[in-house]
């Protein structure tokens, strides 16, 4: 190896080491200082919640500026002149390799310096890369490790509010409080049990919605308006539950006269209708014809299947076929008629378990559209609240074209649009009811169902029996006051339209504002009647 | 290393080494003004000498001269001095024949090392006698140009302006000295040693090392030595930041110099850088020689404007704030 190659050979393996050592304490410096503001949004993270958006374009925003002040940093390569010079300051070599590379570059016939580049070639064969330009870790480097450490444990911050980066999460454009998302939670399984028997998607399309509205893709109005459109399709088909109770009731009180379907009539008072189904085959199968049992039956079933309810019909039609077939004393036709009068009662209790599903689910939504509403800014919807008042107490809407005492009074739902615009007045003060404020953070307390009622019941003023001289005694006064606070009727002995079913469904909810349209309804109950 | 160069600069060194050890066994101290003076003759220069009287600056001309093997004269000069009385003159003679001839009787300037002794008592009319000689090595008188003997080398001695009945050396005279060395006072100790040497009965007796052959074989040895392009940028980076008509003039040479270092400052810069590199048994030239020389190479090349000189500026003030203004070159 020549002289020159000897020496370009020290410059280039120089170049690179000091390369390679300039770009790592520059790139830790960088990293150290950029890495401040990643820490800062964490920091303000902890208190202004960034949306997934936000934080992703932060920090690609972060990427670009760290990367192009690194490369700002880094730009430029030193020439070999530049590292023969530092080289030359490095090993106190008053400028022999400077020298050298320059006479490589320029090229002289002179004995003189092919004597200068021997002797450069000499010195930088013993020179020690190494020692000239040690690798090392910079100090900054510490910092810039110190200061991931600190973004990423903040993230792992165990603070109720922090979303963890590290793990792609980040706040959500729109946040459920904890009672929405149980509402929602329980409307979706409520909706997967129902799509077993009509295989529908409403609880794919909740889970949707709520996923759109948390990512931001969706406004919460046009979350509400979704979820209406969910309660409408689930609204849509329904059963006249009502009307079918009230004739499941007559069918029952017809057949209860019969004494070999006395059971079936118990069964179906109790709405046990797949026990019904049991006990109607078993009485078909168990019938001797012609006997005063067989002519009690016949006539019994005539009955339950004279002015079939809606809903009903299919039924009625079997009952009437079975009674029928009694009168022709075709035993095998009654008993193909009783059987299928049982599978129709078997349909019927699985539709009935479907709507009273769909009811319930579409009451949890209702609820939480309420409570969107109210966190909006404004109050629940007149219609809505006219919509959950008319589902809570007949169960469905429809039931108005049913039985006439099941039907929303006019007044009734007047109350109901009246304390769906109360609502608005309970917006204005939000500190009224317990609901979620806007802007609340956790949702510790229930939604309002509209505005509290307003009681207008009148106390009966009771005649004290007290002594001859009138004056009662101060036991007999404080008992006198208890009483005429307090309400005779208590009000889980209030008469109620709602069937038994519906009430169960009303028990069932532990949340106590699942109540309020009940304790409503009782108050209505006991309000005083105006004089026709 | 090849043996050629390396037995020059062996060759270099030893003598180098031999003549300034023969002086320094008359002057005490000094290294630096020995090892100028040395510099500037082997330089194929000349070197002023200043300092107040006493000093032994006459002395360290005249040891040097009996160190070198070489035809020595000596100028005292005084106001009454004419530049006849230094170059030589024709005189009326009569030949064998009876004719009258003009004939040229060479003047002290005629040696091989001439110590020019308190240059500046003389007017510069007379000062101005050395120009030609000192330049061009040769001396015209009449029409007839007389060339002088190689090496010739001059050796001034001055004393301070302030001091009284001393002229100010023309600029053209100054610009012509390799060196301007400052001969400070000896240091206690030094003086000690001066005294044992002079106020005793033996003094010391100095050897002839060098010859002329040998001087002008050691200036060309000097010449050999190769400079890379940029350490001769450097040095005339240094030169124009003097100048204060240049935008790269250096703030200080703005403001207080009147005329900055000629192109003779450069070369003597980078002369003196060659013999510097060779005493430190380097074969080229460093940013470390240029500026280890450049003060007694500029110093006197440098010169002060009216501010400069009411200010009482020393222009080696100015010339270290100029080396330490600009960098060296990668």
Known sequence: MSDRDLIVGLLKRAERRSRANRVLKNLAAAASISLLIPIAFKLLDLVFLFRGRTVVLVFTIWGIGSLAYLFWRIRGRETLADVAARLDRKAELHDQIKTAYWFIRHPQDSEWVAAQLRSAAHRTAAMDLNQLYPRFVPKSSYVAAGLALLLIGLNFAPLPWNHNWVYLDAAPAFAFTDAEQALLKEAQALLKKAAAQDKSQLADKVEEIAKELQQGDISVTDAINQLKEIEQELDEGNLDLASIDQGLEEIAQNLGQSQRLESVADSISQHKLQQAADQIRRAGDQLQMGSAEAKQMKAKLQEAAENPRPGLEELSKDLDDAADALNAGDEKAVQEALKKSAEEFEKLAQKMEGQQLKNQAGQRLQNVQASLEQRQGGSPSPGGQTKQAQTQSSGKPQQAGGNSSQQSSPSESADATESGAAGENDADNPQDGGGLMPGARVGTDAPLFGAPTKLDVELQQEQLTGQPDGAPTKEEKDEGESQQARSKLDYRNAPSDLSPAQKDLLNQDRLPWEYRQLIKQYFETIRTQPKK | ?330
């Open chain 2, 1 to 330: 290393m090849s043996t050629a160069v390396d037995r020059e600069i062996e060759d270099f060194q030893s003598l180098f080494g031999l003549a300034k050890k023969e002086v320094a066994k008359v002057i005490v101290g000094y290294g630096d003004i020995i090892d100028g003076v040395i510099m500037s003759m082997l330089a194929n220069g000349h070197v002023l000498l200043e300092g107040v009287p006493g000093l032994g600056k006459t002395r360290l001309v005249s040891t040097l001269a009996d160190v070198v093997h070489l035809k020595f004269s000596r100028i005292q000069f005084t106001p009454d001095l004419m530049p006849a009385d230094i170059t030589g003159t024709n005189v009326v003679q009569e030949s064998t024949e009876g004719e009258k001839i003009l004939e040229f009787q060479p003047g002290p300037i005629f040696a091989n090392v001439v110590l020019a002794d308190e240059v500046n008592r003389a007017t510069p009319k007379t000062q101005s006698a050395l120009l030609e000689a000192m330049e061009e090595n040769s001396v015209t008188v009449g029409k007839r140009t007389y060339k002088l003997d190689a090496p010739f080398f001059v050796l001034a001695t001055q004393n301070p302006l302030e001091m009284e009945g001393t002229y100010p050396l023309p600029e053209a005279q100054l610009d012509r000295f390799f060196m301007k060395l400052r001969v400070d006072y000896p240091t206690a100790e030094g003086l000690s040693v001066i005294l044992n040497r002079t106020t005793q009965l033996e003094t010391p007796k100095v050897s002839r090392v060098l010859n002329g052959a040998q001087i002008l074989g050691m200036r060309k040895t000097v010449r050999a030595v190769p400079i890379a392009r940029p350490v001769q940028e450097y040095a005339i980076r240094i030169m124009m930041a003097t100048h204060p008509e240049l935008p790269s003039a250096h703030a200080l040479a703005k403001r207080f110099v009147r005329c900055g270092a000629s192109p003779r400052g450069s070369q003597a810069m980078v002369i003196g850088g060659k013999i510097r590199a060779l005493l430190n048994n380097r074969v080229y030239v460093s940013c470390d020689d240029i500026r280890a020389v450049a003060l007694a190479t500029l110093r006197h090349r440098v010169l002060l404007n009216f501010e400069g000189e009411a200010e009482r500026i020393d222009t080696d003030s100015i010339i270290t704030a100029i080396l330490d203004s600009i960098p060296e070159p990668n």
